[in-house]
């Protein structure tokens, strides 16, 4: 197991204001790293893999980066459909371990 | 596109089995992928259950201890999850979902569906 822990728990940000949300791996994780949105009572939606690739459909205000043990999920400027909670997963190593989330809401 | 729908029992016993089953649409369980099980307990994280390859081999999360059978019916484009001996911790939201073709993300989801262990 691998522990992904996602900081902060709760990240409060303005609508139009950059968000920066991290995940950090117990071990290297090379650049298996995907990000998750997933809203009240939705299925989570996959936003980025191989730790900075877009996703289909993702707007270009999501961005990821980050190698090895510390990456970074960015939103450039929040709108208001982006309030959520988001999660990584690691799956260079088996069984794949999701991080506990960061709650975006609302400043 | 392949949309995934999950279906089963909202309630089970404890010490039963819970049983669900995942119906691909818009695309063949058949394909070179695999196709897992997540869970999600209300209020808590996501966690992967486990795994089948269209060859119908599977990997399971070891917690499990052998609980949870994962099987396929291509004949129905569907796959199935059976965990046995339940108790009120495999309360949770199950969600089925498509591995990534090249890696082990998940993508897309079902909408997932909520088992309850209750008497």
């Known amino acids: 197991e691998i522990v992904m822990t996602q900081s902060p728990a709760t990240l409060s940000v303005s609508p139009g204001e950059r968000a920066t949300l991290s995940c950090r791996a117990g071990?290297?994780?090379?650049?298996?790293l995907a990000w998750y949105q997933q809203k009240p009572g939705q299925a989570p939606r996959l936003l980025i893999y191989g730790a900075s690739t877009r996703a289909t459909g993702i707007p270009a205000r999501f961005s990821g980066s980050g190698s090895g043990t510390e990456f970074t999920l960015t939103i450039s400027s929040l709108q208001s459909e982006d309030f959520a909670v988001y999660y990584c997963q690691q799956y260079n190593k088996w069984p794949v371990d999701f991080g506990q989330g960061t709650k975006l809401e609302i400043k | 596109q392949v949309q995934l729908q999950e279906s089963g029992p909202g309630l089970v016993k404890p010490s039963g089995t819970l049983s669900l089953t995942c119906t691909v649409s818009?695309?063949?369980?058949?394909?070179?992928?695999?196709w897992s099980w997540i869970r999600q307990p209300p209020g808590k994280g996501l966690e992967w259950i486990g795994e089948i390859y269209h060859s119908g081999s599977t990997n399971y999360i070891p917690s499990l201890k052998g609980r949870a059978i994962i099987s396929l019916d291509k004949s129905k484009n569907q796959y199935s999850l059976k965990v046995n001996s339940v108790t009120a911790a495999d309360t949770a939201v199950y969600y089925c979902a498509k591995n990534g073709d090249t890696g082990g993300w998940f993508d897309p989801w079902g909408l997932g569906t909520l088992v309850t262990v209750s008497s």
């Open positions: 071990q290297s994780v090379r650049s298996s």
């Open positions: 818009g695309g063949s369980i058949s394909s070179s992928n695999w």
